[in-house]
């Protein structure tokens, strides 16, 4: 039992190039997340998906796209990299036990560099 | 709108020492509240959880009490370990939408 793993664990790209992060849970979660992670922000939500075949916009999804390909996979896609888009991007998945308890479960990380 | 706002850091200990990292919340509706603890190269995994006011989470010697009337949810523990060196992250639930709100992140650093 993996949980979630996160595809690369580091990249660099230039100013313009594009790239995918990917992302896969083997739990089964109809819950699927992205995230950055920046020095003295903590994590922000960039996209979310409650479930196979729907995407919602979190709080900073300027320069992002996501496709829920599927119920075990979340992928994230910059278009156009910018140096903005430096950051460390977290993938999470969650289940609902109950309407007031979503434990989420995050991957290991992709640590993006753009010169 | 929801926000969490965190003790600044970072913080440093002694082993053995006594630890309160304080966590404040602003929400809309009635939120649920989750410690999460971050080591070293590694993503956020749950600490513990509060569904309800007056509930006290715990797990592994750290505690939080969810306290509606003061909208607090402190992380205590009586006695830190060299092990226990992460960032901490307070965060709210916002049950209606199931989306979470995390705080800033607050760095802990125990030495022997």
């Known amino acids: 039992n993996a949980g979630v793993t996160q595809t690369p664990k580091f990249q660099v790209l230039k100013t313009g190039q594009s790239m995918t992060l990917q992302c896969a849970q083997d739990?089964?979660?109809?819950?699927m997340y992205w995230y950055r992670q920046d020095p003295g922000m903590g994590l922000r939500l960039i996209y979310y998906?409650?479930?196979?075949?729907?995407?919602d916009k979190g709080e900073v999804p300027n320069g992002y796209n996501v496709s829920r390909l599927n119920k075990r996979e979340f992928s994230l896609r910059l278009e156009s990299a910018a140096p903005s888009q430096t950051s460390v991007y977290f993938c999470?998945?969650?289940?609902?036990?109950?309407?007031?308890?979503?434990?989420?479960?995050f991957g290991p990380g992709t640590r993006l560099t753009v010169t | 709108g929801n926000s969490v706002t965190q003790m600044e850091g970072p913080v440093t200990l002694s082993e053995e020492a006594f630890l309160t990292i304080n966590c404040t919340y602003t929400?809309?509706?009635?939120?649920?509240l989750f410690w999460y603890v971050q080591y070293p190269g590694e993503g956020l995994q749950l600490l513990l959880k509060?569904?309800?006011?007056?509930d006290k989470g715990s797990n592994k010697g750290f505690e939080a009490t969810y306290r509606k009337e003061t909208t607090s949810f402190h992380l205590e523990k009586g006695s830190v370990q060299v092990s226990d060196s992460a960032v901490y992250f307070c965060?709210?639930?916002?049950?209606?939408?199931?989306?979470?709100?995390f705080g800033d992140g607050t760095t802990l650093t125990v030495k022997p």
């Open positions: 999470a998945s969650s289940e609902a036990k109950n309407r007031r308890d979503y434990e989420q479960y």
């Open positions: 929400a809309t509706g009635y939120p649920s």
């Open positions: 998906s409650a479930s196979e075949g729907t995407t």
């Open positions: 965060a709210l639930l916002n049950t209606n939408a199931g989306k979470s709100t």
């Open positions: 509060a569904t309800k006011a007056d």
């Open positions: 739990m089964n979660h109809n819950s």
